[in-house]
């Protein structure tokens, strides 16, 4: 192993959040894939940007293909395809955990992407018009009213049910709502599915605002995986064909992984309790210990911020921590090494260089939850390799969220029907076992990744440090 550069930042973080990311009671699956995965060269420059545009938003196991594996930015976004309409057409859409509602650009979008730097993908407009299973929702329906928490001011007899959806990094998206056919792949045996489809209510994209009309890692669309009741998750749990219970394993050597909506039976995961009728996916934090070293921190900093708890988001790609966790966490790691020679620049950005073994060297450092659940993040995870850039990251004050990175080659359940979140180390290029609630039969659901080109900007030197710990609005340049 050469000699290699490598980074220790932080900041002590400021905004609202807003996360990009996807359906089983028997079971289904999604090829899921993320943008840049593998161990493929992301820039730091490139996460905190990608997390700066984000934090402004009983059937068989559905099997969903993942991808994310490519070119030039390399940030954490995981897409997965689906089919909509009849005829069915292929449409590829960002996964996240942390929104509600599944939108595609529809023909007459203007602003939109018309074109993407994401693998060799080309993107394409849906246009109801041309599926005969199209239909238009009306304002005065009750998907309608649910979303817009009451009945429509205005609306008149047959008119659409518009809908306008602002994320906080100022981006957005403006249309109106129909109703079509979406195709899945439906688990029928071991590693094997059959196709599986239901009738979705979902956004028209009229017109894209913001980082959302760019090229820039642009798709055809969002699905969203949060817990609403108007999301395409509880559309089909409340139709009866699936449980409210979903989960993701993101690969981190090999890109894509595992992504499933259903009931899995195995492995077993240890699980704690999700924050009651907060509006992501939270989970009380009580400890944080550095290697063996359990940090004094006052309860009261794992309950600040806008909402109680550690917000669970793979849509987000870096970890932020308050500086009450991140300041003394950050002094056991960098002081675990006697000869450190660190280069402070900008009064922000701790540079140092390392040619011994990162895992061996520095501390895991483990985040305690309720119920005695832990998340190891290892060396690897948290150091970020050095590179020469200038950065801009915005703050989220008080707020702690747990990102891709640190949930990649994790094993993550989201259970919403008895309102818990499990996780484990895992390795995502495996399977897991689904049982399908109709039979009785238990399943396995193996990794996807649906690209077909290799990781490209490889580490030469073999490790690829990818946790930032943050803490404030800041720019930095590192040079030696």
Same mark, same amino acid.
């Given at each position: 192993?050469? &000699?290699?550069?490598?980074?220790f ?16 009671n028997?079971?289904? @699956? ?5 943008k840049?995965?593998g161990?493929? =060269? ?14 402004g ?11 994310g594996?490519?070119k030039?930015t390399?940030?954490?976004?995981y897409?997965?395809?689906l089919?909509?309409?009849t005829?069915?057409?292929? =449409?590829y &859409?960002?996964v996240?955990?942390?929104? $509600? ?8 979008c203007s ?8 693998? $060799?993908?080309? &993107?394409?407009?849906?246009?109801p ?8 929702v ?5 998907y ?10 205005g ?9 306008g959806?602002? =994320? ?14 979406i ?10 599915? %059959?196709?599986?489809?239901?009738s979705? %209510?979902?956004g ?5 605002t913001g ?7 642009a ?12 999301s395409m998750?509880?559309q089909?749990?409340s ?13 981190g050597?090999?890109g894509?992984?595992?992504f ?17 009728n #907060?509006?992501? =996916?939270?989970v009380n934090?009580?400890?944080v210990k550095?290697?063996d ?6 309860k009261q ?10 917000i669970?988001?793979s849509?987000?790609t870096l ?7 991140f300041d003394?966490?950050?002094?056991i790691?960098?002081?675990s ?13 701790d540079?140092?260089k390392?040619?011994?073994?990162i ?5 895991t450092?483990t985040?305690?939850?309720?119920n ?8 690897h995870?948290y150091?970020?390799p ?5 950065l801009?990251s ?9 990102g891709?990175?640190v949930l ?13 979140l499990g996780?484990s180390d ?5 399977t897991?076992?689904?049982k399908?609630?109709?039979?009785g039969? @238990?399943?396995q659901v193996?990794?996807?990744?649906l690209s077909?080109?290799p #990781? ?5 030197f073999g490790?690829?440090m990818k946790l930032f ?5 800041m720019f930095f340049?590192?040079?030696?």
């Amino acid at each position: 192993m050469g &000699l290699s550069n490598f980074i220790f930042v932080f900041a002590v973080l400021v905004l609202a959040i807003f996360s990009s990311t996807a359906f089983v009671n028997g079971g289904g @699956v999604f090829k899921v894939k993320h943008k840049f995965g593998g161990e493929a =060269y992301r820039s730091l420059k490139d996460l905190t940007l990608h997390d700066k545009n984000r934090h402004g938003r009983f059937l068989a196991a559905i099997d969903v293909p993942l991808g994310g594996d490519g070119k030039a930015t390399g940030t954490g976004l995981y897409y997965t395809k689906l089919t909509i309409g009849t005829p069915s057409k292929d =449409y590829y &859409l960002h996964v996240d955990t942390g929104s $509600d509602i599944l939108w595609v650009n529809c023909a007459q979008c203007s602003p939109c992407a018309k074109e993407t730097d994401i693998d $060799d993908l080309t &993107l394409k407009l849906y246009d109801p018009r041309s599926s005969s299973t199209a239909e238009l929702v009306p304002c005065s329906g009750g998907y309608c009213t649910e979303f817009n928490k009451g009945p429509i001011s205005g609306c008149v007899s047959n008119g659409v049910c518009a809908y306008g959806l602002q =994320y906080g990094d100022g981006s957005g998206s403006v249309g109106y709502f129909v109703q079509d056919v979406i195709g899945f792949d439906q688990v029928s045996g071991n590693l094997q599915t %059959t196709t599986g489809n239901s009738s979705i %209510t979902f956004g028209c994209g009229l017109e894209q605002t913001g980082n959302l009309a760019s090229s820039a890692g642009a798709l055809d669309g969002l699905i969203g995986f949060g817990a609403s009741s108007t999301s395409m998750l509880s559309q089909l749990a409340s139709s009866g064909k699936v449980k409210k219970k979903f989960a993701h394993c993101l690969d981190g050597k090999n890109g894509g992984g595992i992504f499933a909506i259903g009931d899995v039976v195995q492995p077993k995961l240890k699980t704690t309790p999700l924050v009651p009728n #907060a509006s992501h =996916y939270n989970v009380n934090m009580e400890s944080v210990k550095v290697g063996d070293t359990v940090l004094n921190i006052p309860k009261q900093v794992f309950e600040a911020g806008s909402g109680k708890g550690a917000i669970i988001d793979s849509g987000t790609t870096l970890t932020y921590l308050p500086g009450a966790i991140f300041d003394p966490l950050r002094q056991i790691i960098l002081t675990s090494q006697a000869n450190l020679s660190l280069h402070l620049v900008d009064n922000l950005l701790d540079c140092f260089k390392f040619d011994n073994s990162i895992d061996e060297s520095f501390p895991t450092v483990t985040f305690g939850f309720e119920n005695s659940l832990e998340l190891n993040v290892y060396p690897h995870d948290y150091l970020v390799p050095y590179d020469s850039e200038k950065l801009q990251s915005d703050a989220v004050k008080d707020l702690i969220i747990l990102g891709d990175l640190v949930l990649t080659n994790k094993l993550v359940l989201y259970d919403l029907e008895n309102q818990v979140l499990g996780l484990s180390d895992y390795n995502c290029s495996s399977t897991i076992r689904m049982k399908d609630e109709t039979t009785g039969t @238990v399943n396995q659901v193996g990794s996807h990744n649906l690209s077909s080109s290799p #990781a490209r900007y490889n580490m030469d030197f073999g490790i690829v440090m990818k946790l930032f710990l943050a803490s404030l609005i800041m720019f930095f340049h590192c040079t030696w």
